[in-house]
């Protein structure tokens, strides 16, 4: 296994579970269930002051892991993942609708095995962002104005994750660009692709002659190292 795929949502459900199947490169891996699992509630520090990311609660939902194998990715330069997602769970009657079962892709990353399993490698990279993350917010900043400011700053590339350059088409026509924290209800398609690009796989355009690769190492720290590594520690068992 060289890469994985990894893939959660937060679900809220009406009366029915949705059901996805997702696709690597045309290739069908699986089809299953999504359970009840809503957005939790966040941290944060009191009144918005004083704020540093630790000190905020970053949840992801419980990821379906996917093994990615070399020769699936041999000889590409680009490559699509799509989820197709089964949610027609509503209320709707006369032309009103009140309930609906919502979804919201939250954790969405592609990266290889040894990011997961090798952290000693990894560790100096990550820790070099992690010196970001932690420097000091004025008084008058929150969490909500710095995420808001780097989640829409010209989409950036903020590895491993995949949700900023997603799309949904919902059954309906809807169009959503850019998924991310974007709640969606209804039957829809995501797609990304991701482009082989600085001897990794990302999410961004190859011809973007632009703009830094930003590490979540919060992300990578607290879930690939944690969650992750711990699954993939049991299973090996």
């Given amino acids: 296994m060289s890469h994985v795929l990894g893939i959660g949502f937060w679900c809220d459900v009406y009366k029915k579970n949705p059901r ?18 809503p957005v939790p509630e966040w941290g944060v520090a009191p009144n918005g002051k004083n704020f540093s990311p630790e000190r905020a609660v970053f949840r992801y939902p419980e990821a379906k892991l ?13 490559i699509e993942i799509r989820i197709e997602v089964e949610n027609d769970d509503n209320n ?13 892709l939250k954790t969405f990353f592609f990266c290889p095995l040894e990011l997961i399993t090798n952290r000693e490698k990894a560790e100096p990279y ?13 008084s ?15 989409r950036k590339v903020v590895y491993p994750f995949l949700t900023t350059f997603a ?12 998924v991310l924290d974007y709640t969606l209800g209804g039957t829809g398609t995501y797609t990304v692709k991701i482009c ?16 830094m690769i930003w590490l979540q190492p919060i992300f990578i720290k607290n879930f690939l190292w944690g969650k992750v590594a711990k699954y993939l520690r049991n299973e090996n068992n």
């Avoid at 996805?20 to 699992?37: P, S």
């Avoid at 990550?126 to 004025?138: C, G, R």
């Avoid at 799309?167 to 850019?178: H, R």
């Fill in 196 to 211: 082989k690009k600085h001897r990794t796989w990302i999410a961004m355009k190859k011809t973007r002659p632009w703009g």
């Fill in 167 to 178: 799309k949904w088409v919902g059954k309906g026509g809807q169009v959503v660009e850019n």
């Fill in 20 to 37: 996805v199947r997702v696709f690597f490169d045309g290739q069908f891996l699986e089809e299953y269930e999504i359970t009840h699992d």
């Fill in 126 to 138: 990550v820790e070099k962002h992690m010196d970001w993350f932690n420097q000091p917010f004025s």
């Fill in 66 to 78: 996917f093994a990615i194998e070399d020769h699936q990715l041999e000889g590409k330069e680009s």
């Fill in 92 to 104: 709707y009657t006369n032309g009103f609708m009140t309930k609906y079962t919502s979804l919201l």
């Fill in 140 to 154: 008058t900043d929150n969490w909500h104005v710095f995420f808001n400011k780097y989640k829409n700053t010209d």
